[in-house]
């Protein structure tokens, strides 16, 4: 059975897209066998997973140089999920061929005008990678949303301008996700912390990946 | 007063038409292009001096570099010819002055 393959891309840094990946391959791992593939040169995701104290329920892997989807689908088909983490770039390579390669691509937005602006080039992307890969879902998903604020309120009206659904779930502005990166664990390893977080990034999974 | 929500969707919308306009800008190179020809053309007069004295410096250069390997074949005139290039080409870098103040001393 080849490996589901989830991209979490956004051209924009800081969006949320190591938190999403690293939180999303710890929910699915209790599904299945899960790699996170690291493909940011900032290491962000291996530098997670070397920090705790326990394992990471995920293997964590980096990957640089040329690389394909067939490769990818070769190279990691014993694992049933494969969560793919990108670079804040959509012309690298590794976005390019992430989103070529994928099932799903997960697209992290903040609730800020500048990053629904620095992301308008994303529906262009993702109807050129679909040209290659016709499978290719693509959702939005909303990230630290602040339930108070006008601007959250206020994006998923915002987000209809562009051509790709916005998931239901969203993941709110929580300390605890940062908490987590800190102490090299996923959300899920918090216990009643990580509650809450943990049902967002549950809700994600539902929606999308397993259904 | 304009909703956050209104302002939000307007400035997706302003930012997507801006994007748009820029991707559409080569598919409308025949309205673009006579303004960047205008543009050019406009400024080809006033840089239009400068290209020419440019020319000169080649075509002074190389009959000079002929003289010079000429020069070389006849030894009587080495001194006269070599100085004549050299006071032919400083005029045309435009230190014209340069070598009148040095050479005396």
């Given at each position: 059975m080849p490996t589901h393959v989830?991209?979490?891309?956004?051209?924009?840094?800081?969006?949320?897209?190591?938190?999403?990946?690293?939180?999303?391959?710890?929910?699915?791992?209790?599904?299945?066998?899960?790699?996170?593939?690291?493909?940011?040169?900032?290491?962000?995701?291996?530098?997670?997973?070397?920090?705790?104290?326990?394992?990471?329920?995920?293997?964590?892997?980096?990957?640089?140089?040329?690389?394909?989807?067939?490769?990818?689908?070769?190279?990691?088909?014993?694992?049933?999920?494969?969560?793919?983490?990108?670079?804040?770039?959509?012309?690298?390579?590794?976005?390019?061929?992430?989103?070529?390669?994928?099932?799903?691509?997960?697209?992290?937005?903040?609730?800020?005008?500048?990053?629904?602006?620095?992301?308008?080039?994303?529906?262009?992307?993702?109807?050129?990678?679909?040209?290659?890969?016709?499978?290719?879902?693509?959702?939005l998903l909303l990230n630290q949303m602040e339930p108070r604020s006008a601007l959250s309120a206020s994006m998923r009206e915002a987000l209809e301008e562009f051509d790709i659904p916005v998931l239901v779930a969203a993941m709110r502005r929580r300390a605890v996700y940062r908490g987590a990166a800190l102490d090299g664990v996923s959300v899920y390893q918090l216990g009643g912390r990580g509650a809450q977080a943990a049902a967002e990034i549950e809700a994600v999974i539902n929606e999308v990946i397993t259904q | 007063m304009m909703k956050t929500k209104d302002k939000l969707s307007a400035s997706v919308r302003q930012a997507k038409a801006g994007q748009k306009s820029e991707t559409d800008a080569p598919e409308s190179a025949e309205t673009a292009k006579p303004a960047e020809e205008a543009t050019t053309t406009a400024a080809k007069p006033q840089s239009a001096p400068l290209k020419q004295a440019a020319p000169k410096k080649p075509a002074a250069r190389k009959p000079a570099a002929t003289t010079r390997k000429a020069s070389t074949a006849t030894a009587t005139r080495k001194p006269t010819v070599t100085k004549k290039p050299q006071s032919g080409e400083i005029p045309e870098t435009g230190s014209a002055l340069f070598p009148k103040r040095v050479w005396p001393d």
């Open positions: 989830t991209a979490v891309v956004n051209q924009k840094g800081g969006a949320g897209k190591t938190t999403l990946a690293m939180n999303l391959a710890a929910g699915l791992s209790r599904r299945g066998d899960t790699v996170v593939i690291d493909l940011d040169p900032q290491g962000s995701s291996r530098q997670w997973a070397t920090l705790g104290n326990a394992p990471f329920p995920a293997t964590v892997k980096q990957m640089s140089g040329k690389w394909d989807a067939r490769s990818l689908q070769k190279g990691f088909q014993a694992y049933r999920y494969t969560v793919l983490d990108c670079p804040p770039s959509l012309d690298s390579h590794a976005s390019l061929q992430a989103l070529r390669a994928c099932d799903i691509a997960l697209i992290p937005i903040l609730p800020s005008p500048v990053d629904l602006w620095a992301s308008l080039r994303l529906p262009q992307e993702i109807a050129e990678a679909r040209k290659v890969n016709p499978k290719l879902r693509a959702f | -």
